[in-house]
């Protein structure tokens, strides 16, 4: 479109699998599609089901786990309609103040979900390393300010993003190369003006948070190695890091696609279309339906208060 009115232009989604001629066949891909959300809603709202009515998992650890899963329930319903409106209904437009809408609850609560993961670390911190002070530490109106804190600095970074982007003039094709609207990678590239600012605030925004919260993440991890071999005991050194391993996967599985898109759009533009779209699916599809799988097999109280509902 190359109307200058902003208020009445209308974006399209582009249909890869279509355009890019993958021979696939699209019912089966409808269902794996509509599978996924129903998994992923299934499986973050019988967690925050049995964390809220079993009183045993009133604890930091699983508290942490129930905001964990209410952030990518949150990714969920926000990404929702326009995925699935886009494969079952084959409704592939948006208006561009309701792709501004979605964009900023996107990056929102992906910066929430990285802070949550932080919290996640200083609690195996705590507890590996000052497990005497973990209840005094770790108290639930603490708990409750620090994530108000994260929530306040997600939303603050990202409320700007939509006026930012509301004050260009698109010129270019209207096409998304996604189902959903993402800043850097769908929106920017519409734009026929200068973007210098918008580009320096979105590396910014993600140095300050996907990227300092990686970096705590990392010394915890590094602090919590060094109390580890301090162990005499191997098997008590085994079942602490035990402790360990559902967080750390659910790091691996939320940041490996966030940098890997990071580093292909700012550092290897000449990159494949189909690998960044692949990508933003892995971000945004792959750690709400992962996240709450992985936990319910490593913790066993859990998994124990899981079946009994489902035996029920």
């Known amino acids: 479109l190359q109307s200058p009115q902003l208020g009445g232009e209308r974006l399209s989604f582009w249909y890869f699998l279509v355009s890019k ?25 019988v967690i925050l089901f049995i964390i809220k009515t079993d009183p045993s998992l009133h604890e930091p650890m699983y508290i942490f786990l129930s905001m964990l899963a209410i952030t990518d329930l949150g990714l969920s319903v926000t990404t929702m309609p326009t995925i699935l409106g886009i494969f079952l209904f084959n409704s592939r437009e948006i208006s561009l103040n309701a792709c501004f809408a979605q964009l900023f609850f996107i990056h929102s609560l992906s910066y929430i979900e990285s802070s949550v993961l932080l919290l996640m670390a200083f609690d195996r911190f705590v507890a590996i390393c000052n497990p005497l002070r973990y209840a005094s530490i770790l108290t639930l109106p603490r708990i409750a300010k620090m994530g108000q804190l994260f929530v306040l600095r997600a939303v603050a970074l990202i409320f700007p993003l939509p006026f930012l982007l509301k004050r260009f003039r698109y010129c270019q094709a209207n096409i998304l190369s996604h189902s959903f609207c993402v800043h850097q990678e769908d929106v920017m590239k519409l734009v026929c003006s200068d973007i210098t600012v ?23 991890y590094v602090m919590i190695l060094k109390a ?15 402790t360990c391993v559902s967080h750390l996967c659910a790091v691996l599985v939320f940041y490996t696609p966030e940098f890997s898109l990071t580093v292909i759009h700012r550092f290897w533009k000449s990159s494949s279309p189909l690998l960044q779209i692949v990508l933003g699916y892995v971000y945004l599809l792959v750690p709400p339906l992962m996240n709450p799988i992985v936990y319910s097999v490593k913790s066993k109280h859990l998994r124990s208060r899981i079946i009994r509902v489902f035996m029920k």
Do not use: W
């Open 21 to 45: 001629g993958f021979h696939i066949s699209l019912e089966m891909f409808y269902l794996a599609i509509s599978m996924q959300f129903n998994f992923l809603d299934l499986g973050n709202s």
């Open 198 to 220: 918008n580009n320096i605030y979105g590396f910014f925004i993600t140095v300050i948070t996907v990227g300092l919260d990686s970096l705590l993440i990392f010394l915890s």
């Open 228 to 242: 580890v071999l301090r162990i005499t005991s191997p098997t008590k050194c085994l079942r602490a890091l035990n």
